[in-house]
Nanobody
Framework: VQLVESGGGLVQAGGSLRLSCAAS????????MRWYRQAPGKQRELVAA????????NYADSVKGRFTISRDNVKNTMYLQMNSLKPVDTAVYYC?????????????WGQGTQVTVSS
């Protein structure tokens, strides 16, 4: 599975951005996709997740009510709509997919996209 993120950039506080993560390869094996972020000097943290079976989602408390994760199964693309952005949301955002074939599970990562929120 290959993952390519896009949509990052510079935005003022209160603004919005939409990140995309296009998946290719053995996408049928993916059972969950996630967005992570890593700010300078901090550990990578989970932002949101969406599960293939049932489409359930979950979010970090820090983004609940502001971010929305979604997935277009036809396009094999995951999105993260980010509204009411704050300077603390500044980070490199990474797309993650977990896929399994014949009982072997693998985590796949995109290259990351920078999101910078100015005050």
């Amino acid at each position: 599975v290959q993952l390519v993120e896009s949509g990052g950039g510079l935005v003022q506080a209160g603004g919005s951005l939409r990140l995309s993560c296009a998946a290719s390869g053995t996408t049928f094996s993916i059972n969950a996709m996630r967005w992570y972020r890593q700010a300078p000097g901090k550990q990578r943290e989970l932002v949101a997740a969406i599960f293939t079976s049932g489409g359930s989602t979950n979010y970090a408390d820090s983004v609940k009510g502001r971010f929305t994760i979604s997935r277009d199964n036809v396009k094999n693309t995951m999105y993260l709509q980010m509204n009411s952005l704050k300077p603390v949301d500044t980070a490199v955002y990474y797309c993650n997919a977990r896929g399994g074939v014949a009982g072997i599970w693998t985590n796949y990562w995109g290259q990351g996209t920078q999101v910078t929120v100015s005050s």
